[in-house]
């Protein structure tokens, strides 16, 4: 086995370990909070308005969904990036299909990082929907997370993008030779 091979498969195990992590971790948060305590502490949102003790069960569901929401985007993002691996491992690293996973990636981190300020909002609104009415709460925040959210997928259309140029040039100069 070649050593960029046995770097892909430790790569494609590091990702799909990630996926598990990701929705697991949102199952234990939700659902089996005492065990969740090695994979998230808390949630702000949550936390401001008595903990997930204080939610019903209707509420725990909502919660569950709309936070999984960008968990699904993100895990997607994963699933694209497998597939780039398994293209990665046939050797031919600058074709149409390299080109359109790195496009692929980029849009979806670029829609997680988008969901990750909306599914803050959305929560707020669960959390507070049994409140009456002029006690409900609709919160909208950026943080400096959601701005570093953008970086992985910049950096994925750029790729991309730059897998195109070469593989445009390799073209030309097979058309040459």
Known sequence: MTTINR???????????????IFSGQVLFWFLPDYADFISTSHPIIDAHGGLE???????????????????????????LLRLCNSFASG???????????????????AYAALAVVHRSLLSIVV??????????????????????LLPALLAL????????????????????
């Open 54 to 80: 204080a939610l019903t069960p209707m509420q725990t569901i909502l919660g569950f969904l709309v936070m999984l929401i960008p968990k699904i985007v993100l895990m997607w993002a994963f699933v694209l």
């Open 92 to 110: 031919d690293w600058f074709n149409s299909q390299t080109e359109a996973f790195c496009e692929q990636i980029g849009r979806w981190m670029i």
């Open 158 to 177: 750029i790729i991309g993008h730059m897998v195109g140029i070469a593989k445009r040039q390799r073209e030309e100069l097979n058309e040459i030779i």
């Open 128 to 149: 507070t929907m049994n409140n009456p009415p002029g006690e409900r709460e609709l919160t909208i925040s950026i943080s400096t997370n959601d701005l570093m959210a």
């Open 7 to 21: 770097r892909i498969r430790i790569l494609k195990s590091i990702i799909y370990l990630s996926i598990a992590v």
